[in-house]
Each structure stands twice: as structure tokens, then as C-alpha cells.
């Protein structure tokens, strides 16, 4: 609409989140945020590491950032962001692409594994991979056939009756045994998290 006031008024808050704020909880050996251990997420989740949902999301945060700076004519912003959301996506593919499962692993450790990470796959985390193209982000890849490959992953080892899980096994969090198989994380349905599923199909 060509309307930048509210942008304008705001864009030294976006660049403060995206230059000062995310650079300080980057591993600068790997490109990719830092969850620190006992912060809870959207569902309260203790998840940690380098995380497949937070760094899919800083992804698109800053493609998204990088066509605002164009519409204000910031053009080494756009071009700076750009490259550095082409890094985070190509470090992510690296870290955390499980290609025996065909999808992004979540990227956080669990009780019951002792080395690696969890051998969990969320739908969080790989829908918005593909919203934000970390699919295909990588040399040698092919966007479209991981993308694909993704979304029949959840298809399959994600769909419950009532809508698609949020996680494909309760390895990564939940640990109780004496859990009510209803209310563990393979049984959860988000449907805030589900639209993100339904945008990347």
C-alpha cells in the first residue's frame, strides 16, 4: 500500500532485535541460535540446543526483514540479512536434516539418549522450514523434493484422527511414563502450529 509509517517508526526496533539481539545467542562455530535450557516456548516447552523451530523462524524473520529494507530503501540491510538468512538455513540443513527420516530432526537433546540429538521430528520446526526455504537452501538440493519429502513425513508419522501431532514420538519431552497416553507430546494437536503445516502444503 506504500503506507511505511508504522514500519518506519518501529525499524530501529527491528534492527536492534535482528543485529544486536539474535548475533548474541548465535554459536558463531555453527551459524545457528542458542536455545538455552529452561525457557519455555509457545507450549512451554524446555527445548535447548540449536533448535530446528527457532532458527527456521530467524530464517524467515530475516527474509522478511531483508523486503522491508528494500521498501524503505535500506539496501545493505536487505542484502546483509539476506546472506545471513542463507547461512542460518544452510548451517540448519546441516545440523539437523535427518535424511534417513526425510524430515529435520527438532535439534534439542533428550533424557534418553546419551549422545546426539533426540531423534524427534516436529511439525513446528519443518513447516516453517519450508515457509522460510531452508528447504533447498543448501548446494546440490533440491528444494521442491525435500519440501515434499517433509510434508509426507508428517502425513505419515504425524496424523492422528483429530488433526496432525505436534511431535511424531515423546521421546524428546516427555519422559513420564505414567503420562495419560491423551495428553503426551505425539497426541498434542496445536492448531496455531497446524496453520503453519496447512501454509507450507
Known sequence: TGDVGFVTTYWQNLVDVLDVYYPNNTDSSTNLLVHPSGFGDYAFLSRNGTNTYF???????????ADIADTLSQPSYASKWRQRASTVAQSLLSANWDSKG?????????????????????????SIAILAGVTG?????NGTQQAES?????????????GNAFFDNDLMLDTNSNTAANDRYSNRVYAFISYFELAAR
Open 55 to 65: 532458527n527456521a523462524l530467524y530464517v524467515l524473520a530475516l527474509n522478511q526483514a
Open 150 to 162: 517433509v510434508l509426507n513425513f508428517l502425513a505419515k508419522s504425524n496424523a492422528r484422527n483429530w
Open 137 to 141: 537452501s543448501k548446494s546440490g538440493t
Open 102 to 126: 526425510g524430515a529435520f530432526l527438532d535439534g534439542t537433546t533428550c533424557p534418553l539418549h546419551s549422545s546426539g540429538l533426540c531423534p524427534t521430528h516436529p511439525q513446528d520446526g519443518n
